[in-house]
């Protein structure tokens, strides 16, 4: 399994479509661009197919520093990203994850 970089996405993009690379990374660098400043200004962002973005405040907390036992100190509530999968992300990660399993089995 490797990674898939915003590079290799424009790549493959500007394969499939023939259009100029630099374009294509034109239009994802917007397209993320959007999707962030939606995120910043606390909207959620729904992507049919590929899942939700939605801004949610964590809780505030008391944070331990293993190292210096006794520590303790507080973190103060902030804002995160959370991302729900969509249905058809949902199910073809889980044939990859039966796939998986079976590899594992074999493997031992």
Same mark, same amino acid.
């Given at each position: 399994?490797?990674?898939?970089?915003?590079?290799?996405?424009?790549?493959? @993009?500007?394969? /499939?479509?023939?259009?100029?690379?630099?374009?294509?990374?034109?239009?994802?660098?917007?397209?993320?661009?959007?999707?962030?400043?939606?995120?910043?200004?606390?909207?959620?962002? /729904?992507?049919?197919?590929?899942?939700?973005?939605?801004?949610?405040?964590?809780?505030?907390?008391?944070?331990?520093?293993?190292? /210096?036992?006794?520590?303790?100190?507080?973190?103060?509530?902030?804002?995160?990203?959370?991302?729900?999968?969509?249905? @058809?992300?949902?199910?073809?990660?889980?044939?990859?994850?039966?796939?998986?399993?079976?590899?594992?089995?074999?493997?031992?």
């Amino acid at each position: 399994m490797g990674t898939l970089t915003k590079r290799d996405l424009v790549v493959k @993009i500007s394969n /499939e479509t023939g259009q100029v690379q630099n374009q294509v990374f034109q239009v994802v660098q917007k397209t993320l661009d959007h999707i962030i400043d939606a995120l910043a200004q606390g909207d959620t962002v /729904e992507l049919r197919n590929f899942g939700v973005l939605e801004v949610r405040l964590t809780k505030p907390r008391v944070g331990r520093n293993p190292n /210096e036992p006794g520590s303790s100190y507080p973190i103060p509530a902030r804002a995160t990203v959370k991302f729900k999968s969509g249905k @058809i992300m949902r199910q073809r990660v889980a044939q990859l994850s039966a796939a998986m399993k079976r590899d594992a089995a074999a493997k031992e």
